[in-house]
């Protein structure tokens, strides 16, 4: 049996932008049906500027009450000047907050990535995304964000999937 519609499906959170061109704000996705989201974010480019995110919750598909999401106490991020599959996962440590500033090095590519437990948003709050904000003026920096939905509570073939918008 294939993982995909068992174990996991995947949604957008962005398609590749130049993050230092302007902010990159986040799709959002419902966790009603999944224990939990991966969240990756993968940056490429040559910019002297950093990596940062902010990640959001939000009470509707669209429109609604939307706030900060203060529970990233822990990220994972590969870090190096290009992304080759020799690289390790770092574990970096911060206090609660629904921001990551300065996440990697300057001038390397970047895999981030975040986890949050459906049990994690506020009550009444059923969707999250993750924005990138406006990265400074240095290059180009092009990040993607996927949602990686997880520990489905109703499992389907792939093509049966309700969409993880709605």
């Given at each position: ?8 499906d ?13 902010a ?14 991966t ?52 574990k ?22 975040i ?30 964000v996927?949602?990686?939905?997880r ?10 999937l ?5």
């Amino acid at each position: 049996m294939e993982a995909l519609g068992r174990l996991f499906d995947i949604s957008i959170g962005a398609v590749p932008t130049d993050a230092v061109a302007g902010a990159i704000t986040g799709k959002r996705v419902r966790l009603t049906n999944a224990g939990g989201v991966t969240i990756v974010v993968v940056c490429t480019g040559a910019s002297t500027d950093v990596l940062d995110v902010d990640l959001q919750e939000h009470n509707a598909s669209t429109g609604g009450t939307s706030q900060d999401l203060d529970i990233i106490t822990h990220y994972y991020l590969k870090d190096e000047a290009t992304l080759d599959g020799d690289e390790q996962w770092t574990k970096v440590t911060q206090s609660a907050g629904s921001e990551i500033t300065n996440a990697g090095t300057a001038s390397q590519e970047q895999i981030l990535v975040i986890e949050v437990d459906s049990t994690q948003l506020s009550d009444g709050f059923e969707y999250l995304s993750l924005n990138v904000p406006d990265l400074g003026t240095n290059g180009t920096k092009h990040c993607a964000v996927l949602y990686l939905l997880r520990d489905l509570t109703v499992q389907r073939a792939p093509a049966n999937l309700a969409a993880p918008l709605s």
